[in-house]
T-cell receptor, first 113, second 113 residues
Framework: NAGVTQTPKFRVLKTGQSMTLLCAQDMNHEYMYWYRQDPGMGLRLIHYSVGEGTTAKGEVPDGYNVSRLKKQNFLLGLESAAPSQTSVYFC????????????FGPGTRLTVT | QQQVKQSPQSLIVQKGGISIINCAYENTAFDYFPWYQQFPGKGPALLIAIRPDVSEKKEGRFTISFNKSAKQFSLHIMDSQPGDSATYFCAALGRDNFNKFYFGSGTKLNVKP
């Protein structure tokens, strides 16, 4: 099992450009999450999905969109990148019931100049 | 408002010493408290977790102490090793309408040889 994979690993964008981050999991998990990690702020939830075809907003959704067309994939889109979106982005997945462990991907480091 | 408060922000411990990281929460509805370990360039990985019906859980050199009345929990790393140098996040699980994890801000541990 590959677990949770993310592409790309690194990306540099100019302000105003758009991009999509891809997350894939092969554990048949229902729940998937997108977080951003900034120094001293822990992990903040951007969007999440409780199943195929569903998405919902987390704590910091502005400037991002998501889609979950297939159960194993969760896409995070930046429509018009801003320097404030410079961060490390993590995707995670988990089962609906216990155990409640979240499995994280390796992260995508995004820099917006 | 941060739901889970973590301290200290950074910690330096000598090899063989005890590392202690503390977390406090407000929401009494939280019912699962994991600790995640993150090495540079990697995603967080579950280290150990506890439910509020027990006061302590031990796995090898890692122990969670849980004080339900004080709404506090802590991670103790006994006989700390340089390989334990990483960032540690506490978290709490709230149910709302899905399994939402609230993360602390993280503690960067450096174990000196």
């Amino acid at each position: 099992n590959a677990g949770v994979t993310q592409t790309p690993k690194f990306r540099v964008l100019k302000t105003g450009q758009s991009m999509t981050l891809l997350c894939a999991q092969d554990m048949n998990h229902e729940y998937m999450y997108w977080y951003r990690q900034d120094p001293g702020m822990g992990l903040r939830l951007i969007h999440y999905s409780v199943g195929e075809g569903t998405t919902a907003k987390g704590e910091v959704p502005d400037g991002y969109n998501v889609s979950r067309l297939k159960k194993q994939n969760f896409l995070l889109g930046l429509e018009s990148a801003a320097p404030s979106q410079t961060s490390v982005y993590f995707c995670a997945s988990s089962l609906t019931g216990g155990p409640y462990e979240q499995y994280f991907g390796p992260g995508t480091r995004l820099t917006v100049t | 408002q941060q739901q889970v408060k973590q301290s200290p922000q950074s910690l330096i411990v000598q090899k063989g010493g005890i590392s202690i990281i503390n977390c406090a929460y407000e929401n009494t509805a939280f019912d699962y408290f994991p600790w995640y370990q993150q090495f540079p360039g990697k995603g967080p990985a579950l280290l150990i977790a506890i439910r509020p019906d027990v006061s302590e859980k031990k796995e090898g050199r890692f122990t969670i102490s849980f004080n339900k009345s004080a709404k506090q929990f802590s991670l103790h790393i006994m006989d700390s090793q340089p390989g334990d140098s990483a960032t540690y996040f506490c978290a709490a699980l709230g149910r709302d309408n899905f399994n939402k994890f609230y993360f602390g801000s993280g503690t960067k541990l450096n174990v000196k040889p």
